[in-house]
């Protein structure tokens, strides 16, 4: 089994910086796409950013330029830097991750952690 943690959430100001991390845990033997999810009050979860297992990086349109998604494999972490943040990114953020399992049976799984809230307000 798989679990995720993320970690980094709490309050900024308007135009402040947050940085995220989701951590995995469990028997895995490798870990393939990682991304990050948000749900804004009242609103569909949505797409923010992702990267692959050989570093390539896509991201919502509302986000680029500003969030900036990494990861580290041999800590089976990945990050999300927000800069120049807005109330509007207001949401609760959810790590996402493509996971092999050792198993038996030896598997891939898709993996949510349980979300961490971010608020920009003054």
């Known amino acids: 089994q798989v679990q995720l943690v993320e970690s980094g959430g709490g309050l900024v100001q308007p135009g402040g910086s947050l940085r995220l991390s989701c951590a995995a845990s469990?028997?895995?033997?490798?870990?393939?796409?990682m991304r990050w999810y948000r749900q804004i009050s009242g609103m569909e979860r949505e797409f923010v950013a992702s990267?692959?297992?050989?570093?390539?990086?896509n991201y919502a349109d509302s986000v680029k330029g500003r969030f900036t998604i990494s990861r580290d494999n041999a800590k089976n972490t990945q990050y999300l830097q927000m800069n120049s943040l807005t109330p509007e990114d207001t949401a609760v953020y959810y790590c996402?991750?493509?996971?092999?399992?050792?198993?038996?049976?030896?598997?891939?799984?898709?993996?949510w952690g349980p979300g961490t809230l971010v608020t920009v307000s003054s």
């Open positions: 990267i692959t297992d050989g570093g390539y990086t």
């Open positions: 469990g028997s895995i033997f490798s870990i393939g796409v």
């Open positions: 996402n991750v493509e996971a092999g399992v050792t198993g038996p049976p030896r598997r891939w799984l898709d993996v």
